[in-house]
C-alpha cells in the first residue's frame, strides 16, 4: 500500500463491504480517537469492550486497533450497541451507547427489509443501493449526539493479554492453550476431547 | 378507500410494489411518489395504469428509459487499480464508450485525439487499439498531477477528461485544460469516502449555471445514473461519496457531451 488508507477505507476494507451499521462503528471508533486524543492501538494501549457482535465491531478492530487477536477486544453478548473504550495511558474511558429511537428513520427501515430479501429485482437493487447511499451521507453527517450518548467512566483496567504455555492434548495429540485444558490421570485434556 | 396496495406491472406481470400505501404523489419526470402506513416511502418513475378503488388496489407500469435519450459518452479509466501511478511507471489509460460507466461493445469511435496536459503544456499523445480497447500509453518521465484528454469528433463532439496523478501527495488545484465543456475538480486533495466532492462546469472556459451534471461510479447496479445534480450560479455542484471505485461525471449541452472521471485509491 502507498498511501496510509484513512478510517473509514480501513473499516470497509477490513469488514468487506459498506453497510450501515459499520458506519455506526466508524463514527463510534472515530469519536473516541479524537475525545481520547489517541491514535491505533500498537500493544494494547487502547482496550475496548462492545457489548455487540454486529458490523461495528469491525470498524473498532479495523480503526482502533482493538482486536480479537491482540486480546485487548472484549465482547459482553449484551446485544447491546455500546462501547466502551479505554486508554491505559490516559487512564481514562469512555462509554459510548447508540440512541434508543421510538420511531426508526423509514429508510433505515425500507433498507433493512430489502437486505432480508433474498430475490430483489432490478427495481429493488437500484433502490437499494440509493438507499445505502442516502443512509452513508445521513450517518456520517449527522452530529455524534444525535446518534450516540455517551460518558467517561471509572474504568478497572484488566492485566495486558497473557502468552500461555501450550501442552498437547493427550487424546487428540493437539496442542492447547494450558488454562484451557484440564488435567486428569491420562494427562491434559483439550475441550474438545472433554 | 382508506389504503391500497400497490402494483407494478412489469411486461404484463403484476408485482405487488408496497402495501397499505396512504399517500400517493406524482412528480415531475414520470416518477411516483407513495408513502404507506408504516412510513415507507418509494419514489419509482410510473404511470397510473389502473386503480381498482373497491379492491384497494393500485396498479402501476414502469417507464423505462427511452434508449434514445442515453447518449453514448466517453470516459476515460486508468489502468492501475490504485488510484495513481509512480513515478517512472508508464501511464495507461483506457478509453471507453458507452453510458453510466457500461461499456458499450457495438460502438465504434469516430476521429479521436488524445492530449496530454503537463503543467499548462499542451501534447497530442498516441492512442492505439489493444485488442478492440482503445488506450493511451504515456511513455515519459511524469511527477505529480497531469491531466489527459481525449475528444471525438463525429454526430457529437465528446470529451473524456481525467486528472492522473503519478508519485504521491500532490494536493495542489489544477487549471482548467481549456475544453468547450469541461467539468473541473474544485479541489483536488484526494477524493475519499464518506466525503464531499465539488466539480465546476466551464462551457468556453466561464462557469455554466443551471446544467444538469450526472455522476455515477464503477460500482453501481443501477440502469441510469444515480446522481443528478444541477450547477449552481458558479456552475458548481456537489456530491458526498458513498462509493468505492472511480466516479464518472458527465454533462452535456449544445451536442457537446464532456465527461470527468474522478480516479479513487479505494
Known amino acids: 500500500m502507498c498511501k496510509n488508507m484513512p478510517p473509514m477505507e480501513l473499516a470497509i476494507q477490513f469488514h468487506g463491504h459498506i453497510c450501515p451499521g459499520l458506519l455506526m462503528g466508524i463514527r463510534v471508533a472515530e469519536f473516541a480517537q479524537k475525545h481520547l486524543d489517541v491514535s491505533q492501538d500498537y500493544d494494547e494501549e487502547l482496550l475496548a469492550v462492545v ?26 453478548d449484551y446485544g447491546k450497541n455500546v462501547y466502551t473504550i ?7 474511558a469512555v462509554r459510548i451507547a447508540q440512541k434508543f429511537k421510538d420511531r426508526p428513520d423509514p429508510d433505515s427501515v425500507r433498507y433493512r427489509q430489502l437486505n432480508q430479501k433474498a430475490d ?4 429493488e437493487v437500484n433502490e437499494k443501493e440509493n438507499l445505502l447511499g442516502v443512509i452513508f451521507e445521513k450517518i456520517m453527517s449527522m452530529p455524534f449526539e444525535e446518534i450516540f450518548n455517551w460518558q467517561e467512566i471509572e474504568f478497572d483496567f484488566p492485566e495486558k493479554a497473557q502468552i500461555y504455555p501450550t501442552v498437547q492434548c493427550a487424546l487428540c495429540g493437539e496442542g492447547v492453550m494450558e488454562p484451557r485444558a484440564i488435567k486428569n490421570e491420562q494427562g491434559y485434556i483439550c475441550p474438545t476431547c472433554v | 378507500m382508506c389504503e391500497a396496495n400497490v402494483y407494478i406491472n412489469r411486461s404484463g406481470q403484476e408485482e405487488l410494489l408496497m402495501e397499505s400505501v396512504d399517500r400517493i404523489v406524482p412528480g415531475e419526470d414520470h416518477s411516483i411518489f407513495m408513502e404507506n402506513i408504516f412510513g415507507e416511502r418509494r419514489v419509482i418513475k410510473a404511470r397510473i395504469r389502473e386503480m381498482e378503488l373497491v379492491h384497494h388496489r393500485i396498479i402501476l407500469e414502469e417507464i423505462r428509459e427511452a434508449s434514445e435519450s442515453r447518449h453514448l459518452e466517453l470516459w476515460l479509466e486508468p489502468d492501475t487499480n490504485h488510484g495513481h501511478f509512480h513515478p517512472g ?15 458499450d461493445s457495438e460502438a465504434g469511435f469516430s476521429v479521436l485525439q488524445a492530449f496530454l496536459v503537463n503543467e499548462g503544456v ?11 480497447t482503445m488506450e493511451i ?24 477528461i481525467t486528472l492522473v496523478e503519478v508519485g504521491h501527495h500532490h494536493h495542489h488545484g489544477m487549471k482548467p485544460a481549456g475544453l468547450p465543456l469541461e467539468i473541473v475538480p474544485c479541489d483536488y486533495s484526494h ?22 451534471v450526472r455522476v455515477t461510479y464503477s460500482s453501481t447496479q443501477n440502469r441510469d445514473y444515480p446522481h443528478r445534480l444541477t450547477t449552481d450560479e458558479e456552475g458548481r455542484a456537489k456530491l458526498f461519496l ?12 449544445d451536442n457537446i457531451i464532456s465527461t470527468f472521471t474522478l480516479i479513487k485509491s479505494f
Open chain 1, 120 to 123: 430483489l429485482t432490478d427495481t
Open chain 1, 86 to 92: 479505554a486508554s491505559r495511558d490516559k487512564n481514562r
Open chain 1, 51 to 76: 457489548e455487540t457482535n454486529s458490523c461495528g465491531v469491525d470498524a473498532i478492530q479495523a480503526i482502533l486497533g482493538c482486536t480479537f487477536g491482540k486480546g485487548n477486544l472484549i465482547f459482553k
Open chain 2, 122 to 132: 499542451l501534447e497530442e499523445v498516441d492512442m492505439h487499439d489493444h485488442h478492440g
Open chain 2, 137 to 160: 500509453g504515456i511513455n515519459q518521465k511524469l511527477d505529480g498531477l497531469v491531466q489527459v484528454y481525449v475528444r471525438e469528433q463525429g454526430d457529437q463532439e465528446r470529451y473524456a
Open chain 2, 191 to 212: 477524493a475519499r469516502l464518506g466525503e464531499n466532492y465539488e466539480i465546476q462546469v466551464l462551457k468556453e472556459g466561464q462557469p455554466l449555471a443551471g446544467v444538469e
Open chain 2, 242 to 253: 458513498t462509493a468505492r471505485g472511480n466516479y464518472l461525471f458527465s454533462v452535456s449541452d
Open chain 2, 89 to 103: 511507471e508508464e501511464v495507461s489509460l483506457k478509453l471507453h464508450k458507452g453510458y453510466n460507466m457500461c461499456i
